[in-house]
């Protein structure tokens, strides 16, 4: 499958080298995912910096009567999948160099291009030397924001690159776990920098040594693992099953290293990711003359998180619900980006539990919510198993 852009997707993987000016960088402080129109006004004002800190040294240069001002640094700006690097242009020093998944917004602005990288605040640090940025709120979480300003003919392209260089990496990063992309022909590769926050987001979770875990499980001949699973719901980034049940003093259960909400990515060396639901219990079903099984699992909550940032009643929502089922999600929209998935029951909007209450009055608190609209969701199937209203058929 070819990703959209101006590079060949082998160069990105090696890097590619575009010319360019460099202007100067400043930091801001920032929200962990502002929106879009918040970014650019970020990196309005990181613009407005660096040209006020060049204003004032060319003035400062000229008072201690130092001739002209002195030339720009020209760099040569490297994108691969993996990093971004400044190299200074004469002495191919590294000046920069970050990795690529740090990068939270590029933009270009006419011939400026803003590359942002997101830095953890510690939690000791004070605020002080860092002017607070627009859209920024009292009271939440802070990201230190490194901005590097510059200035190219190319800036259109460059952004245009690194939005292609994470799509490339995606890409990768699912053949490098045994999947085939092009086998996920629901995931179609829509606008890369608008997704890239969530792409990722979740690549960060997935990717987690943390969160990933391989697990053998030991059980008798001829028993069942004692599982129910149950489809992530389209528009996860990566599709697979959940586990959404275990039978009590079943192989799975006895085993006390697997909790429900954990995705199931292979079995025995079989890649689930992208299957569908029927194949997967097929797989599951022909263990049951194994005595050791193993799991490569990504640890993930039953329930999950969903924040849409919605500006304005005049923007869609992006997804339909029908008796609390989310049935239908636009690509690209904002529920997508927000984490809405299909097949999810809503169990929370706002922090209200909207478990027992009547279709139209969902409906009603979603289209008349806006900013910033929290929400809660659970696989429908493995909601109905979790209430009872449906028996578990254990495999």
């Known amino acids: 499958m070819s990703v959209p852009g101006p590079c060949e997707p082998e160069d990105l993987i090696d890097g590619i080298i575009f010319a ?56 040569d700006l490297f994108i691969s999948t993996q990093r971004i690097k400044v190299l200074n242009a004469d002495t191919q020093e590294t000046m920069m160099d970050h990795a690529l998944r740090t990068i939270s917004y590029i933009a270009d602005i006419g011939n ?59 890409q990768e990063f699912l053949r490098a776990n045994g999947i085939n992309p092009e086998d996920l022909s629901q995931k179609e590769y829509s606008d890369i920098i608008n997704t890239q926050e969530m792409y990722n987001d979740d690549l960060i979770h997935f990717s987690n040594s ?11 001949k001829g028993e069942i693992l004692g599982v129910v699973i149950v489809e992530s719901g389209w528009g996860s980034i990566l599709p697979t099953v959940i586990l959404a049940n275990m039978m009590n003093g079943g192989p799975a259960a006895r085993s006390g290293k697997l909790s429900i909400g954990d995705q199931i990515m292979s079995i025995n060396g079989t890649s689930l990711v992208g299957l569908p639901l029927a194949t997967c219990q097929g797989i599951i079903k022909g263990l049951k003359n194994q005595t050791q099984v193993k799991l490569n699992i990504v640890s ?96």
């Open 210 to 220: 943390e969160n990933c875990k391989e697990l053998q499980l030991e059980k008798q």
């Open 112 to 170: 400026i291009v803003v590359l942002m990288a997101r830095r953890r605040m510690p939690r000791s640090a004070s605020q002080d030397c860092i002017e607070t940025t627009p859209g920024a709120q009292e009271g939440k979480k802070q990201y230190k924001m490194i901005c590097h300003v510059f200035e190219s003919e190319d800036a259109q392209l460059i952004a245009q690159s690194i939005g292609q260089a994470f799509s490339v990496a995606y």
């Open 300 to 395: 993930c909550p039953p329930v999950t998180t969903v924040l849409i940032k919605r500006p304005d009643l005049k923007y869609q929502l992006g997804f339909s619900v029908q008796n609390g089922i989310i049935c239908s999600l636009m690509r690209g929209g904002i529920a997508e980006r927000g984490g809405v998935r299909v097949g999810h029951r809503i169990i929370e909007i706002n922090g209200q539990s909207v478990v027992a209450t009547a279709h139209e009055k969902i409906v009603q608190a979603l289209s008349n919510s806006v900013g910033e609209i929290h929400m809660k969701t659970m696989p429908a199937a493995m909601f109905r198993l979790l209430t009872g209203q449906e028996t578990p058929l254990y495999i």
């Open 20 to 75: 360019a000016n460099y202007l100067g960088s400043t930091q801001l402080l920032s929200e962990r995912n502002p929106s879009k129109n918040i970014r650019m006004m970020q990196a309005q004002e990181a613009v407005s910096r660096v040209k006020r800190m060049q204003k004032a040294a060319k003035i400062k240069k000229k008072a201690t009567s130092e001739g002209d001002s002195q030339a720009l640094t020209e760099v």
